[in-house]
């Protein structure tokens, strides 16, 4: 089978962004992110973009859909799709291999599983598809199409939340690529991760990461917006408003992460229940990985 994308995927912690920058490295790539707050310029500590990551030996491995549009500004789904497809031919037409490396379920779901977002208000076969979904799946997407939602009432009734996003992807289409991925899955034991992410925490603390949260402030992003990014913004900026103290702001975080990992691999799971097929290792190891796509290129 010929694949012309490698995507690394994973729960938060497990060492992703390294593992695809030596393979990228290995097997002349680049890097496309699939992390949802990457995007963001100057969310650099809180959504642990460690771009040294990308340099392999001395070389700057080049990558993707990071530090591409300010905090203050809205993204969605269509964007990251519509931004994907752009850096994907860039990279296809260099005669280089794209690699896909995040854990946003719903970034990543939406490129391997093909979701089309170019449906027109009045387009059955689009509405067949996501009654197919389940109104989690639906909710979400919803809101990554239009983070500015007011009216609520869309996001219970299952109907009116298909409806508002035939609208939402009704305003433009959106060129669709012939993907076809081999996924590779990270997957430590469970205590392993949340060690990882207890220590990986720690880490930005000491760091940076309050102050960096202090600057976007400074700059101009409301602490809705913050809350609206969620984990290390939500509860930093929850600390900088004087709701909660150190103590507490390190625990209430540390435990909604390791919620968020368990939420990944939940949809990492349901994926490969819609058919999505990844191959799972334990650990971000080099050698083992590398051997897993030399095989698929045979």
Same mark, same amino acid.
């Given at each position: 089978m010929s694949y012309n994308l490698i995507t690394i995927l994973g729960p938060t912690a497990t060492g992703k962004t390294k593992l695809a920058a030596q393979l990228a490295y290995e097997f002349n790539g680049e890097i496309i992110s699939a992390d949802s707050r990457q995007v963001y310029k100057g969310m650099d500590i809180g959504t642990g973009k460690d771009?040294?990551?990308y340099t392999i030996n001395g070389k700057q491995i080049p990558y993707h859909l990071i530090d591409i549009i300010s905090p203050k500004e809205e993204f969605n789904l269509f964007l990251f799709k519509k931004y994907f497809n752009q850096a994907f031919t860039e990279i296809k037409n260099k005669s280089t291999l794209p690699f896909f490396a995040g854990g946003s379920g719903l970034y990543l779901s939406s490129i391997l599983q093909n979701y089309k977002l170019n449906a027109a208000s009045d387009d059955k076969d689009k509405v067949n598809e996501l009654r197919l979904k389940d109104i989690d799946e639906l909710q979400e997407i919803l809101i990554d199409l239009n983070p500015k939602l007011h009216n609520s009432t869309d996001l219970i009734d299952k109907e009116r939340i298909i409806k508002a996003i035939v609208i939402a992807e009704a305003s433009s289409p959106i060129e669709e690529l012939e993907i076809n991925s081999l996924n590779i899955g990270i997957m430590p034991d469970r205590q392993e991760i949340k060690r990882r992410?207890?220590?990986? %925490?720690?880490?930005? /603390?000491?760091h940076g990461m309050i102050e960096e949260v202090e600057r976007l402030v400074k700059e101009g992003v409301t602490y809705d917006k913050l809350n609206f990014f969620g984990l290390e913004y939500k509860f930093?900026?929850?600390? %900088?408003k004087g709701? /909660?103290?150190y103590n507490d702001m390190f625990q209430k975080l540390n435990s909604a992460i390791h919620q968020f990992a368990k939420r990944q691999v939940t949809w990492f799971r349901k994926m490969e229940r819609e058919g999505v097929k990844i191959n799972w290792i334990d650990s971000?190891?080099?050698?083992r990985t590398s051997n897993i796509v030399k095989e698929s290129m045979e």
């Open positions: 771009l040294s990551d992410i207890t220590e990986r %925490l720690k880490y930005r /603390l000491r930093t900026g929850l600390y %900088l709701e /909660l103290n971000p190891d080099f050698e």
